[in-house]
């Protein structure tokens, strides 16, 4: 009765939280700087709809997402035919592998990559080929290399979690003509609105001439992380094939409304991208004062080598309530994420760091 590739799945392990770390060791002031949530909270227009909107959930949601796929379609500049709608991105990566990927096809990503993508791909029985990278990069060359015809889905988070790299337009279109149409490339935007580097593909200018679908979510820089909110981007074809994987109440009222407001809050969002740029750059030049090796990060977090053991350094650091992300699911034993918080936040975990590796 047991499928033996899905009893040895290693469970996805979440960044841990907030009251558990208090109750844990009795202390009052904790920050999370662990699962790259947004460090100003939640667009006050968000929490009014849902305020608004909260005595309505006895009601079944608007199955067709119409409202909102409207307000996403007019702020990207695509049709509302050309997007689905998930409980959360992560849902989309799942329709993507139940709508191509049968027992025994592979899928295709890098090594040190989003790990819900091995995870999805272990349940559905299929081969998840990981590609390794190159100065922690996506190397697209090697990617293409390994796409043979049982391989139906790759997958390109970009910018990368966890290592905030990116890859950009030219290497992106060369690999798209490169590979078989029959390949859904699905590009991960997870952390599109972080990104300042100017050579960053316009994907959603790219979705009618391949197969390809972008991803976005409101779970970073809009704050939604709770609320479970993501979208897809693509031709029509694929988006009403997906269309039809997806259950007919997948994204609950609350979100929808929620999500309609977030997109009208351009002050929440121009502050949420000035917090995370500003405090990358303070990060960034903290480690280099300690002479910590990092990664360039494009995104609201950023990977570095502690040269000492992640795990019990992240031990550590939960004792003076700071909690970051060790790699140790990666192998990398020495290197830790750490997401980007308030400037407080950022000089605390500073100051802890330091602390804690003699510096
Ligand atoms: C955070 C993240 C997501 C967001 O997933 P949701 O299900 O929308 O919360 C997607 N992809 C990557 C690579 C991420 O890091």
Redesign the pocket.
């Known amino acids: 009765m047991y499928k033996k590739y899905v009893d040895s799945i290693h469970p996805y392990e979440p960044g841990k939280p907030i009251d558990e770390v208090q109750k844990q060791y009795r202390i009052k002031k904790v920050i999370k700087l662990a699962s ?1 949530e947004n460090p100003l909270g939640v667009s006050r227009k968000a929490i009014d709809a849902i305020k608004k909107n909260a005595g309505l959930v006895n009601v079944y949601p608007d199955g067709g997402i119409q409202e909102l796929k409207k307000a996403i379609a007019k702020y990207h500049k695509v049709k509302p035919a050309q997007i689905i709608v ?1 409980n ?4 989309i990566i799942e329709f993507l592998i139940r709508g191509f990927v049968r027992e025994g096809d592979c899928v295709v990503s890098s090594d040190i ?2 790990l ?1 993508y091995p995870l999805v791909t272990q349940v559905a029985g299929a081969e998840y080929v990981s590609v390794p990278m190159k100065n922690f990069k996506y190397d697209l060359m090697a990617l293409s290399r390994k796409i043979d015809k049982s391989t139906k889905v790759v997958f390109i ?1 970009n910018p ?2 966890p290592t905030g790299t990116y890859v950009n337009g030219e290497n992106l279109k060369n690999f798209l003509e490169d590979i078989p149409k029959s390949v859904v490339v699905c590009v ?1 935007e ?2 599109f609105d972080f990104v300042t580097a100017k050579d960053y593909p316009n994907t959603l200018k790219l979705i009618d001439k391949y197969n390809l679908i972008v ?1 976005r ?4 820089s809009y704050g939604l ?1 709770g609320l ?3 979208f897809g981007v693509a031709n029509e074809r694929l988006i009403s094939y997906l269309h039809k994987i997806r259950q007919p109440f997948n994204v609950n009222h609350l979100a929808q409304v929620a999500g309609i407001a977030a997109l009208t809050d351009k002050t929440f969002l121009k502050q949420t991208q000035k917090v995370v740029v500003d405090g990358r750059n303070y990060l960034e030049k903290q480690f280099k004062a300690m002479g910590l090796f990092y990664i360039e990060s494009e995104a609201n977090f950023v990977l570095v080598c502690v040269k000492t053991s992640s795990k019990k350094l992240f031990q550590a650091l939960l004792k003076k309530g700071v909690i970051i992300r060790d790699m140790a699911a990666y192998g990398m034993n020495e290197w830790v994420r750490v997401s980007v918080g308030t400037m407080a936040e950022n000089r605390i975990f500073i100051k802890e760091l330091k602390s804690l590796l003699g510096k």
């Not at 959360?88 to 849902?91: D, K, L, R, Y």
């Not at 979510?217 to 970073?220: D, N, P, V």
């Open positions: 790259n998930g959360g991105s992560n849902e990559s989003f819900v988070a990368n979690n991960d997870a952390y991803l979510t409101f779970s970073k992380a479970r909110l993501g």
